[in-house]
C-alpha cells in the first residue's frame, strides 16, 4: 500500500509541475503564444540587422569595384612641307584617312619658282641642298606636340633628299618614345634614303617604313603601319 502511494505522489508532483510549466506560456487575445511571438520578433529583428548588413557590404563592395577608365587610343598628327602642293594633296587624304590632325610646315620666307629651279646651281633650293647644315626657318609651330604619340612626315624629294627645312621641323620638338614614319611625292625619285637625316635627328623615336607615292595608294601604305 505505501509503495502504491508513493508512486501516486509521485504522479501527482509530476503533473503539478507540468501544469506549473504550461502556466508560464499565457496566450493573448488572439490566441498566438506569448513565446512563439518573442522569438518570431526576435527571428525577425536578426534577419532585418542581417539584410541591412548585407545592403552595407554591397554598396561598399560597389563603389570599390569600380572598372578604370579606358585609355585613349592613339592621337597621330600628319605634318608635311609643299612646296607646289603635290605633298599637300597627299598628307589631306591621309589625315582624312586616319582621322589625324594636319599641320602645314609653312616657311618663314615662302619658296618662288626661281628659288625651285633645280637646274639653276645659284637658286635658293639649290644653295639649301649643297649645305647640310642649312636650316630654312619655319613659320609657326605644333601645338601642345607632347599630346600626339604617331606623327607622319611628309615632303617633296629634293636631290634624292628630304628638303632641308625638314630638318629644321624635326631638331624642333623631342619625339621621344613616340611612333615616326615619313611619307614623299617626286616626279621620278623613289622613297630611297630620303628620311636619313630624319632618323638622325630623333633618333630616340620608333621609325616605321617610309614611301614615296601618289594620293591613291596612300592610304594603302598607311593602314599597312597598323597605326590606328
Given at each position: 500500500?505505501?509503495?502504491?502511494?508513493?508512486?501516486?505522489?509521485?504522479?501527482?508532483?509530476?503533473?503539478?509541475?507540468a501544469?506549473?510549466?504550461?502556466?508560464?506560456?499565457?496566450?493573448?487575445?488572439?490566441?498566438?503564444?506569448?513565446?512563439?511571438?518573442?522569438?518570431?520578433?526576435?527571428?525577425?529583428?536578426?534577419?532585418?540587422?542581417?539584410?541591412?548588413?548585407?545592403?552595407?557590404?554591397?554598396?561598399?563592395?560597389?563603389?570599390?569595384s569600380?572598372?578604370?577608365?579606358?585609355?585613349?587610343?592613339?592621337?597621330?598628327?600628319?605634318?608635311?612641307?609643299?612646296?607646289?602642293?603635290?605633298?599637300?594633296g597627299?598628307?589631306?587624304?591621309?589625315?582624312?584617312?586616319?582621322?589625324?590632325?594636319?599641320?602645314?610646315?609653312?616657311?618663314?620666307?615662302?619658296?618662288?619658282?626661281?628659288?625651285?629651279d633645280?637646274?639653276?646651281?645659284?637658286?635658293?633650293?639649290?644653295?639649301?641642298?649643297?649645305?647640310?647644315?642649312?636650316?630654312?626657318?619655319?613659320?609657326g609651330?605644333?601645338?601642345?606636340?607632347?599630346q600626339?604619340?604617331?606623327?607622319?612626315?611628309?615632303?617633296?624629294?629634293?636631290?634624292?633628299?628630304?628638303?632641308?627645312?625638314?630638318?629644321?621641323?624635326?631638331?624642333?620638338?623631342?619625339?621621344?618614345?613616340?611612333?615616326?614614319a615619313?611619307?614623299?611625292?617626286?616626279?621620278?625619285?623613289?622613297f630611297?634614303?630620303?628620311?636619313?637625316?630624319?632618323?638622325?635627328?630623333?633618333?630616340?623615336?620608333?621609325?616605321?617604313?617610309?614611301?614615296?607615292?601618289?594620293?591613291?595608294?596612300?592610304?594603302?601604305?598607311?593602314?599597312?603601319?597598323?597605326?590606328?
Amino acid at each position: 500500500m505505501k509503495k502504491i502511494t508513493a508512486i501516486i505522489l509521485a504522479a501527482l508532483m509530476v503533473l503539478s509541475l507540468a501544469a506549473c510549466a504550461g502556466g508560464r506560456g499565457t496566450t493573448d487575445n488572439n490566441g498566438n503564444n506569448e513565446l512563439a511571438q518573442n522569438a518570431a520578433e526576435k527571428s525577425q529583428t536578426q534577419e532585418q540587422t542581417s539584410g541591412s548588413d548585407i545592403t552595407q557590404e554591397s554598396d561598399s563592395n560597389s563603389s570599390d569595384s569600380e572598372p578604370a577608365s579606358e585609355p585613349e587610343g592613339s592621337k597621330i598628327l600628319v605634318a608635311y612641307f609643299s612646296a607646289t602642293n603635290n605633298t599637300e594633296g597627299v598628307a589631306q587624304k591621309l589625315a582624312d584617312g586616319l582621322g589625324a590632325d594636319l599641320y602645314e610646315i609653312v616657311p618663314e620666307q615662302p619658296y618662288t619658282d626661281e628659288d625651285l629651279d633645280y637646274g639653276n646651281s645659284e637658286s635658293r633650293s639649290s644653295v639649301e641642298m649643297n649645305d647640310s647644315d642649312s636650316r630654312p626657318a619655319i613659320s609657326g609651330s605644333v601645338e601642345n606636340m607632347e599630346q600626339y604619340n604617331v606623327v607622319l612626315i611628309g615632303y617633296p624629294i629634293w636631290w634624292g633628299e628630304a628638303p632641308r627645312i625638314m630638318s629644321t621641323f624635326m631638331e624642333s620638338y623631342d619625339f621621344s618614345g613616340k611612333t615616326l614614319a615619313a611619307f614623299c611625292t617626286s616626279a621620278s625619285s623613289g622613297f630611297g634614303s630620303s628620311d636619313s637625316a630624319l632618323r638622325e635627328a630623333a633618333d630616340n623615336a620608333v621609325w616605321l617604313d617610309g614611301q614615296r607615292f601618289s594620293a591613291e595608294d596612300v592610304m594603302e601604305w598607311a593602314d599597312g603601319l597598323g597605326i590606328k
